[in-house]
């Protein structure tokens, strides 16, 4: 082939020359895009949409109600999403919505050709004959469990749903996309709604605190009877040590222990003294029964004072001015008498007498204050005793408030658990309505059944496979001419073979005639045929 030929010319040249083969590769390809529209399956692409709001995050205790104020919401994460999205495409959960649907009668998916005509028969082939004559006896030859025959329709249904279900988070949103492909629009759009459906119980249950209700009457009629038992053992404490409120009477006791220890400081302060001045009035005595005629009086008042007012005793006072008065005279007589003159006798007789009723005055004087010293240490002993006794009192009730502490809690914490298994319960009765309004999830776009089916598309299954059609005989015209080396022109001739061209005498032939109707059948069958 000449290099300087005009290549234009030698693709119309080498078009025409097969134009033959042109023409059936491209009728055969028109053919398969015409036909390729009816043998394909029809595929309707149901789409719907789910929009999560929030994240919610209680805030609510025992005490409260479960409303919208004891919630805080938040905006959710993209593992949050990722974590609805997994939800929505869980195998479990279309396995369920199958199951459901199929029961119902309402999902019957027609089977592929190739379903039909290759698949099917392989898995009746490998259930039944194949594992019945030949698995399951080897596995009992071996010793191993044989596997029995089941159902696999469910599963091949779930699977097939899987494959067809397009579940993804549109980007840079917190909104859900199911895009679901199937063959009947009808039976598609009730699958889409029924997963949604089951998707919006599923994530009820995954954040619900609901259990059945003979959980909550069997719990309510346990903690009824544990309080009662706690109630009555309280009751009987109390009943115990005769106290309504042992912390009351501890305190009254304390006062009264403060009291009575204030009390018993002052008298035995108050014993203290009048010991001393007991042993001081006794010493005293003593040594004035033994003083001489011209001594003076007792060295003590005998002065009583009560709240700083003193008070003296005017018998002992009157006998001591007597007999100081009566020595002094014998004294002042002593140096104009002689001492056994008779009015000296008779002064100093007075005076004996005189001292020995002083002294008996002071002795009954002392014996009083003997007998006040006792009543002070029996009264010192009997605060002693009552206040061991309020001690006691008081050491019994703190043993008791200890042991009604922790009845208290426990009967706290049973009261609480208590509560918060009412609430529950209450709330369990009105889950439905709490749902509704609680609910961070809403389904966006409901699924709609679509007029148009996505899949096959004519208008572009038709135009694409004609052009592909004509782009591949071109191809295989061009590889047809690569591997023919024959000469198809007087140039290569000369290029290959270095000979001038004598002589060129061209094909004198015509074309035949249609002779054929135009656009009739035959015609179209001559035209590919020449």
Do not use: C
Request: charged share 20%.
């Amino acid at each position: 082939m000449n290099p300087k030929e005009n290549y234009l010319h030698e693709f119309f040249r080498i078009f025409f020359a097969n134009k033959q083969l042109v023409k059936r590769v491209f009728l055969v390809f028109a053919v398969i895009a015409l036909v390729l529209p009816l043998v394909l399956k029809q595929s309707f692409d149901i789409t719907a949409q789910v929009i999560v709001q929030s994240k919610k995050l209680s805030q609510g205790d025992a005490t409260t109600s479960l409303t919208v104020d004891n919630a805080t919401f938040i905006p959710p994460s993209l593992a949050d999403m990722e974590t609805e999205s997994n939800i929505l495409r869980s195998p479990a959960l279309i396995r369920q919505t199958i199951s459901e649907l199929r029961d119902k009668g309402e999902y019957t998916p027609a089977p592929g050709v190739f379903n039909t005509l290759v698949l099917q028969p392989i898995k009746r082939f490998i259930t039944s004959p194949l594992r019945e004559y030949v698995i399951n006896p080897v596995k009992t030859a071996l010793g191993m469990e044989t596997d029995p025959v089941r159902d696999t329709t469910l599963d091949t249904l779930t699977q097939e749903a899987i494959d067809k279900l397009k579940i993804e988070t549109l980007p840079g949103s917190n909104v859900i996309s199911i895009i679901y492909s199937f063959g009947d629009p009808h039976q598609g759009t009730q699958f889409v709604a029924a997963l949604l459906q089951n998707y919006l119980a599923s994530r009820q249950e995954l954040q619900s605190i609901d259990l059945p209700q003979t959980f909550y009457e069997t719990k309510k009629h346990q903690y009824q009877v544990r309080l009662d038992g706690l109630e009555g053992t309280r009751l009987a404490l109390l009943e115990g040590v005769g106290s309504s409120d042992p912390k009351e009477e501890i305190t009254f006791r304390l006062n009264a222990i403060n009291t009575e220890e204030q009390a018993l400081n002052l008298y035995q302060d108050r014993r203290l003294q009048s010991q001393r001045w007991l042993d001081y009035l006794k010493t005293s005595l003593a040594a004035a029964s033994n003083n001489k005629l011209n001594d003076y009086t007792f060295p003590y008042t005998f002065t009583t004072t009560v709240d700083n007012v003193a008070f003296e005793d005017r018998e002992i006072k009157q006998m001591g001015e007597a007999l100081t008065n009566q020595v002094s005279r014998y004294m002042n007589d002593l140096a104009i008498f002689q001492p056994s003159s008779e009015p000296m006798l008779l002064t100093r007789e007075q005076i004996t007498r005189t001292r020995q009723q002083f002294l008996k005055v002071v002795s009954n004087r002392i014996q009083e204050r003997t007998n006040d010293l006792a009543i002070v240490s029996s009264v010192i002993d009997q605060k002693t005793a009552r206040i061991a006794e309020f001690k006691n009192r008081i050491h019994q009730l703190q043993e008791t408030q200890s042991k009604l502490r922790q009845m208290d809690t426990e009967i706290d914490a049973l009261h609480a658990a208590f509560s918060t298994y009412a609430q529950r319960f209450a709330e369990s009765s009105t889950a439905r309505s709490l749902d509704n309004d609680l609910s961070n999830a809403r389904v966006l776009s409901p699924p709609y059944e679509p007029t148009e089916a996505a899949f096959p598309k004519p208008f572009l299954i038709i135009p694409f496979g004609l052009l592909t059609g004509l782009l591949l005989a071109i191809a295989l015209v061009y590889v047809r001419e690569f591997f023919d080396h024959r000469f198809k022109a007087p140039a290569q001739i000369t290029h290959e073979l270095g000979l001038p061209v004598l002589l060129v005498i061209n094909d004198q032939s015509v074309e035949p005639i249609n002779p054929h109707k135009n656009w009739s059948v035959p015609r179209l069958v001559h035209w590919v045929r020449n």
